[in-house]
């Protein structure tokens, strides 16, 4: 069974009544639903293909491999600025290394980036950063892989975790999905945006250029 939110039933609420009543929408919502005519095609898929929103296999994460901020915030689409306010607001923090003294680089992971990339969606459509910060500690308790399988709904106060397209369709019918991102269409474009990137392997302790992507998959092909 679902939890239920102040204002809908079918869908799971990242925060509490409280906490939707209490977020305010700095701009009319009238962004397009992300994904949704992945979720809804008007054209089966090809044989073989699954949609990008649920069940939708994704390459293998190295969770040993640090991006430095410069590239964590290309990647993710937002400025130093952000990057650096949201790290010491502790917002989203660099999880495989932190600033811990001078000289010392943050390394962010690819979940991280991911994160990051979630964070400035949610702003872009006008969620508060108090619903937004109650979001991602929520998202936080999931594994990386898991998150893969999550579309995260808002109708601009309260964001709603779907882990099941008939959880999009009873928000969606309710009034409640005004906008939607499926983050495994956001994880498919930090895979790709950071394909060919500086990393740094933490194990080897080396800065090296890191083809993730291809990395990955010889590492999942070997098994």
Not at 148 to 161: F, H, N
């Amino acid at each position: 069974m679902a939890q239920q939110s102040s204002r809908g039933q079918n869908a799971k609420g990242t925060a509490s009544a409280a906490d939707a009543a209490d977020s305010t929408l700095s701009h009319p919502m009238d962004q397009p639903l992300e994904g949704f005519g992945s979720l809804f095609p008007t054209t089966p898929p090809p044989r073989g293909e699954q949609g990008v929103l649920f069940a939708d296999p994704l390459s293998l994460v190295d969770e040993n491999l640090g991006y430095r901020g410069s590239v964590a915030r290309k990647a993710a689409g937002i400025s130093y600025r952000q990057l650096d306010y949201w790290a010491r607001t502790e917002l989203v923090v660099p999880t495989v290394r932190s600033a811990s003294g001078s000289g010392t680089q943050r390394l962010y992971s690819f979940r991280d980036v991911l994160v990051l990339k979630i964070v400035k969606h949610l702003l872009d459509t006008g969620v508060s950063l108090q619903q937004i910060r109650t979001s991602i500690e929520h998202l936080r308790t999931r594994g990386v892989e898991d998150l893969a399988g999550v579309t995260l709904m808002s109708d601009g106060t309260t964001v709603y975790e779907c882990t099941s397209p008939s959880e999009v369709i009873d928000l969606v019918q309710a009034g409640q999905g005004v906008f939607g991102i499926a983050i495994g269409r956001v994880w498919r474009e930090i895979e790709q945006n950071l394909n060919g990137e500086p990393g740094e392997d933490t194990l080897g302790g080396a800065h090296e250029h890191v083809d993730q992507l291809a990395a990955r998959r010889a590492r999942k092909a070997g098994n």
